[in-house]
């Protein structure tokens, strides 16, 4: 199977269990079929392999579908995830002390980052990143830390997904994206957000090899001279790395 085929397919997987929720715990194949618009013979085959792996499971009276016991593993591995976003939480509460600026926490699911955690300023005149809503990885720098960190096939793939609104050659992409991987960081050098001008000085990566979080912050450009620019630049590594450590310190004692 090619890159592309497989990656289209591992998403409709992805689009069949996200229709189930508190509302439509058990759902039928006509019904799913209807939601994430294929066929039902697609359908159908898709949710073959679900069920194989543990992530559906059929009632065999109403014949409809639900998520299955595999689910509860994951939720088991959520739980360990929030136990780090609360480790972060607190670097980036003291971050925001000492920088006096907005500091924000995002995570990423596949071309899409979201904004989970936000330290606000003190300033009237900050900017304002909605908390979890997720947006196209590729517009921002933090977004482009995730992406540095996938392999070279997906990110080709976001590029031919999202071409006409990356606006570059897909060469000088990947560039922009091996040197986000080798710095550590990318750099939103000015971004329009409600006619006014936000300099989003710095991302950092965190979680070691596994890219758990991206870190930010954001400072109108008036307050983000070339100085306190760089001293944010060493604030984001530096608080990223102890972030680093006290996570990878837990799942070494695990």
């Known amino acids: 199977m090619n890159n592309n085929l497989y990656m289209s397919t591992l998403l409709k997987a992805f689009d069949i269990l996200d229709c189930f929720d508190d509302d439509q715990q058990e759902i039928g194949i006509s019904d799913i ?5 294929l066929p039902v013979s697609s359908v159908h085959r898709i949710i073959q392999s679900l069920e194989f792996k543990g992530l559906l499971s059929q009632n ?20 360990q995830y929030q136990r780090y976003q609360q480790i972060a939480a607190r ?20 071309d899409q980052i979201t904004n989970i955690y936000t330290a606000e300023t003190h ?3 900050r900017p304002n990143f909605p908390l ?27 590029y031919e997904n999202s071409a006409d609104a990356i606006g570059m050659p897909q060469e000088e992409f990947l560039a922009m994206l091996r040197k986000a991987r ?73």
């Open 33 to 37: 079929s209807a939601k994430v618009g």
């Open 60 to 79: 065999q009276e109403s014949k409809k579908y639900a998520l299955g016991s595999k689910m509860l593993s994951y939720s088991r591995k959520c739980s």
């Open 91 to 110: 670097y980036v509460d003291e971050l925001c002390r000492i920088t006096e600026e907005n500091v924000n926490l995002a995570t990423c699911s596949g």
């Open 123 to 125: 300033f009237v005149l």
């Open 132 to 158: 979890y809503r997720p947006f196209p990885a590729h517009c921002t720098g933090v977004g482009r830390v995730f992406l540095s960190h996938m392999s070279e096939a997906a990110q080709k793939w976001v």
């Open 182 to 254: 080798k710095d550590g960081y990318a750099l939103d050098d000015l971004l329009d957000i409600k006619d006014e001008r936000w300099h989003n000085a710095i991302e950092g990566y965190l979680g070691g090899n596994k890219l758990l979080f991206a870190m930010s912050i954001s400072a109108p450009a008036a307050r983000m001279d070339e100085a306190a620019y760089e001293n944010a630049r060493k604030l984001v590594l530096k608080y990223a790395d102890l972030i680093s450590q006290e996570i990878q310190s837990i799942e070494f004692r695990f």
